[in-house]
């Protein structure tokens, strides 16, 4: 008789090694987090990912705009970097985040939007799991690195209108209390893509994770040791098959275009010139996915509020922040710095090749800010969606959902989860995905 033991194995589903990590089949003895498994891709295709870029302040009031659908799609001048991306474009207009129009100014417009959660006022912290890191529970695990959080502003503790300025620097958020830890050297941000490669070498997998197996075993049921067993013996089979036909060049599938960077590691520090630091955690997030290191990545190129300078583009007189207030031509000179980041990152992932896919159509690049115009109008958000997700995205069109009842941002949320096959019935405040998307 099988008698399951008294000790369950909590938010555990995967074995442990040097440098590895890798699955378990659903076992009656243990609990494992999360909701319904996520159902695998074949294996000829590549993985879908999500970027999400976020720019603070808004956008010049007159020049965010499109009109129009597919190669003959005009554009307001903030956008005219993405002239060559058009077809692979959605400009999203008028949906919002409605907890941004309660609270204060910059912090209440940025700390939840990524998650439309309430946020806590009187210098507290609380917010709400963020998209990325919510997808980087299920969808994670299947990479070396969950998720990549960068930024190329250091965050500011300060508090701002009686709310945390935590807010004002934090898109991506592990839990209600806890914003990600967020990676401002290019240098660190590289080591952890890169840096453990050369001490995992050519170690079996299974070798890797035997000494935690050993572990899992005596806490299990018999019949989940007989389970336990079978499936590592079969991926020890197929760590054979591949190691073979990997000799005899027939190894099929998607892989990887790249197994190693094809970039040196950054200089230590932050470079001093901000177009050289967005460059480069630019490429790093290229990196991440061309490799496989990782599907998700959030880059804050500013904070809220932000006092960045841009003496690289002759804008030196003036930061971020209070340049935002008017609508002068050195505001779209940065607007335009911004969206030069996105035009970069789209191109270099749409010269990817994939099979029939680039990597942009496995990917979706999303580009927003915490408000439409730096005068903190948050009734509607700037957002543009780059990439085909995976095929399921078809660029090429405007949307509009500025005058319909239901336009909450985490629709949209809700819409690039169903892309990667992690469907929650709820988040945030909606209940149902975008059908256009």
Same mark, same amino acid.
């Given at each position: 008789?099988n008698?399951?033991?008294?000790?369950?194995?909590?938010?555990?589903?995967? @074995?442990?090694?040097?440098?590895?990590?890798m699955?378990?089949?659903?076992?009656?003895?243990?609990?494992?987090?999360g909701?319904?498994p996520?159902?695998?891709?074949?294996?000829?295709? /590549?993985?879908?990912?999500?970027?999400v870029?976020? $720019?603070?302040?808004?956008?010049?009031?007159?020049?965010w705009? /499109?009109?129009?659908?597919?190669?003959?799609?005009?554009?307001?001048?903030?956008?005219?970097?993405? /002239?060559?991306?058009?077809?692979?474009?959605?400009?999203?207009?008028?949906?919002?985040?409605?907890?941004?129009?309660?609270?204060?100014?910059?912090?209440?417009?940025?700390?939840?939007?990524?998650?439309?959660?309430?946020?806590?006022?009187?210098g507290e912290?609380?917010?709400?799991?963020?998209?990325?890191?919510?997808?980087?529970?299920?969808?994670?695990?299947?990479?070396?690195?969950?998720?990549?959080?960068?930024?190329?502003?250091?965050?500011?503790?300060?508090?701002?209108?009686?709310?945390?300025?935590?807010y004002?620097s934090?898109?991506?958020?592990?839990s209600?209390?806890?914003?990600?830890? =967020?990676?401002?050297?290019?240098?660190?941000?590289?080591d952890?893509?890169?840096?453990?490669?050369?001490?995992?070498?050519?170690?079996s997998?299974?070798?890797?994770?035997?000494?935690?197996?050993?572990?899992?075993?005596?806490?299990i $049921?018999?019949?989940?040791?007989?389970?336990?067993?079978?499936y590592?013996?079969?991926?020890? #089979?197929?760590?054979?098959?591949?190691?073979?036909?990997?000799?005899?060049?027939?190894l099929?599938?998607?892989?990887?275009t790249?197994?190693?960077?094809?970039?040196?590691?950054?200089?230590?520090?932050?470079?001093?010139?901000?177009?050289?630091?967005?460059?480069?955690?630019?490429?790093i997030?290229? =990196?991440?996915?061309?490799?496989?290191?990782?599907?998700?990545?959030?880059?804050?190129?500013?904070?809220?509020?932000?006092?960045?300078?841009?003496?690289?583009?002759?804008?030196?007189?003036? *930061?971020?922040?209070?340049?935002?207030?008017?609508?002068t031509?050195?505001?779209?000179k940065?607007?335009?710095?911004?969206?030069?980041?996105?035009?970069?990152?789209?191109?270099?992932?749409?010269?990817i090749?994939? !099979?029939?896919?680039?990597?942009?159509?496995?990917t979706?690049? @999303?580009?927003? $800010?915490?408000?439409?115009?730096?005068?903190?109008?948050?009734?509607q958000?700037?957002? *543009?969606?780059?990439? !085909?997700?995976?095929?399921?995205?078809?660029?090429?069109?405007?949307?509009?959902?500025?005058?319909q009842?239901?336009?909450? %941002?985490?629709?949209?949320?809700?819409?690039?989860?169903?892309?990667? #096959?992690?469907?929650?019935?709820?988040?945030?405040?909606?209940? %149902?995905?975008?059908?256009e998307?």
């Amino acid at each position: 008789m099988n008698t399951p033991p008294t000790h369950q194995f909590t938010r555990r589903a995967f @074995l442990r090694g040097l440098g590895v990590t890798m699955a378990l089949p659903w076992m009656e003895s243990m609990t494992v987090w999360g909701d319904e498994p996520r159902v695998a891709k074949p294996a000829s295709e /590549a993985p879908v990912r999500l970027a999400v870029l976020f $720019s603070g302040n808004g956008f010049h009031s007159k020049e965010w705009w /499109a009109r129009g659908e597919g190669a003959q799609m005009e554009l307001g001048k903030v956008l005219q970097p993405l /002239a060559g991306m058009r077809e692979k474009m959605l400009f999203i207009r008028g949906l919002q985040n409605a907890e941004a129009q309660k609270g204060n100014i910059h912090s209440s417009q940025t700390g939840n939007l990524l998650s439309g959660a309430p946020l806590a006022s009187g210098g507290e912290i609380r917010s709400g799991t963020s998209v990325d890191q919510l997808l980087a529970q299920t969808y994670g695990r299947e990479t070396k690195v969950p998720s990549l959080v960068l930024g190329c502003e250091k965050s500011n503790p300060s508090v701002h209108k009686n709310y945390s300025m935590l807010y004002s620097s934090h898109i991506s958020w592990s839990s209600p209390t806890t914003p990600t830890p =967020l990676e401002l050297y290019p240098a660190l941000a590289f080591d952890r893509l890169f840096k453990d490669e050369a001490s995992r070498g050519d170690q079996s997998v299974l070798d890797a994770v035997l000494a935690d197996a050993r572990d899992v075993r005596r806490g299990i $049921s018999s019949r989940d040791q007989q389970k336990l067993d079978e499936y590592l013996t079969s991926v020890r #089979e197929v760590e054979q098959r591949i190691e073979n036909a990997g000799k005899r060049g027939e190894l099929q599938g998607w892989r990887p275009t790249l197994d190693k960077p094809n970039i040196p590691r950054p200089a230590d520090g932050i470079p001093q010139d901000i177009g050289e630091h967005m460059r480069l955690m630019s490429d790093i997030l290229v =990196l991440g996915f061309q490799t496989d290191t990782t599907r998700l990545c959030t880059l804050k190129l500013n904070n809220d509020h932000s006092s960045l300078r841009f003496p690289n583009l002759g804008v030196d007189y003036m *930061i971020h922040h209070l340049l935002s207030h008017s609508d002068t031509a050195d505001w779209l000179k940065v607007n335009q710095f911004f969206l030069d980041q996105l035009a970069y990152i789209a191109g270099k992932l749409d010269a990817i090749q994939e !099979g029939p896919r680039t990597a942009l159509d496995n990917t979706m690049l @999303l580009f927003c $800010s915490s408000m439409l115009t730096g005068s903190h109008d948050a009734s509607q958000l700037p957002v *543009i969606l780059l990439g !085909g997700g995976g095929g399921r995205i078809k660029g090429g069109r405007v949307l509009d959902y500025k005058d319909q009842p239901n336009r909450q %941002m985490c629709r949209l949320f809700l819409s690039l989860m169903d892309k990667m #096959e992690v469907r929650p019935k709820t988040f945030g405040d909606a209940t %149902m995905a975008l059908e256009e998307v």
